[in-house]
């Protein structure tokens, strides 16, 4: 075996779940990444798919077979409890690897009940919660994150809030199996309130999302570590981390600051399949005399390929870019605060 050849026993669990995404296919993957909510497990196993370059076909066998089983022993285990499970599995794979698989099985699902409810709007959870019985509406708020549920127990009457609140007071523990249970239930009777948006899909789109999303010091991180074990896949990523549309999010300082290194021609040729966010927002920021010329430019432009055009706004987004990295302009991402100091 060449040394630092992967195999089923030195992987890790992040390097087995890296090598089953790779084989389900980026739009797959995707939406497993985005219904993992621990940003650092996120991470983790996003470097290790930059890492892998290339997996034994018999390895990649063997870990599909793996997570097969723990699949099946889930099913297993969500239909008819431990016991059920247990003796399925001993039935199928005798009993020293029912053992293995049960115990593999409980470490990997270690989340927290009715985690599904973390990704809603609380103020919608509350109005739905409103008229339910407080004893199941303290159950779940009991397992949620705590910001969460301040905001649902806020957002609910104030009788509801005292019922609520007492019976978490008093609450007791709960068996596994009922929990397990009253989730199911709730989960298909709330689901319009929990459905996720699905709609981007494509492994490295996903990535640049969840930086977008994260502070800088954790971006920096990750894409520095990324650029040294897979250029490519970093650039792609950075490339997404601001996109064209987001020029409506900068201050006016910045657009002008940008407008200063773009030729009209090639602004022109960008806005022919911008937003009209996006062109109101530059014209705002130009002269009026400049703001003419530019949309005479347009029109006089005529038909436009729309490879030419996403070249041109690729090229905007590079200078962008590279006046934030001389710290001459601030991208604002998500909802992070600057600190500023007078």
């Known amino acids: 075996m060449a040394k630092g050849q992967l195999t089923l026993q030195n992987m890790t669990n992040a390097q087995k779940v890296a090598a089953l995404l790779i084989a389900l296919g980026p739009e797959t993957a995707t939406e497993v990444l985005k219904n993992i909510q ?65 115990e593999r099985l409980v470490v990997s699902l270690q989340t927290n009940p009715f985690d599904f409810f973390n990704n809603a709007d609380p103020a919608q959870l509350a109005a739905s919660f409103q008229t339910e019985n407080p004893q199941m509406v303290a159950l779940v708020l009991a397992y949620l994150k705590p910001a969460n549920s301040a905001a649902i ?11 609520v609140s007492s019976r978490i007071a008093t609450m007791d523990r709960t068996n596994p199996e009922v929990l397990r ?11 319009s309130v929990v459905t996720a948006d699905f709609t981007k899909s494509g492994g490295v789109e996903a990535l640049a999302e969840i930086l977008n999303r994260s502070d800088r010091s954790t971006e920096k991180l990750i894409l520095d570590e990324m650029e040294m074990r897979d250029p490519d896949t970093a650039i792609k990523v950075r490339e997404l981390m601001f996109v064209f549309e987001d020029i409506v999010q900068l201050e006016d300082r910045a657009i002008q600051r940008v407008l200063r290194e773009v030729e009209t021609k090639d602004l022109a040729l960008a806005l022919k399949g911008g937003a009209e966010e996006v062109k109101e927002k530059i014209f705002r920021n130009m002269s009026e005399r400049a703001s003419g010329m530019l949309q005479e430019d347009m029109e006089y432009m005529g038909a436009v390929r729309a490879r030419d055009v996403q070249e041109k706004q690729t090229y905007i987004v590079g200078i962008i870019r590279a006046l934030e990295a001389a710290g001459e302009i601030v991208i604002a991402r998500g909802s992070e605060e600057e600190d500023y100091i007078e």
């Open 38 to 102: 621990d940003d650092t497990e996120v991470e983790h196993i996003a470097l290790e798919i930059a890492s892998i370059r290339k997996l034994d076909q018999d390895l990649l066998v063997t870990i599909l077979e793996e997570f097969y089983t723990l699949f099946q022993a889930s099913d297993y285990l969500a239909s008819g409890g431990v016991t059920y499970a247990r003796t399925l599995l001993d039935k199928a794979y005798g009993s020293n690897r029912a053992d293995s698989i049960l």
């Open 153 to 163: 127990l806020s957002a609910l009457s104030p009788e509801m809030q005292l019922e």
């Open 181 to 191: 249970e009253v989730e199911r239930i709730l989960e298909n009777k709330f689901s």
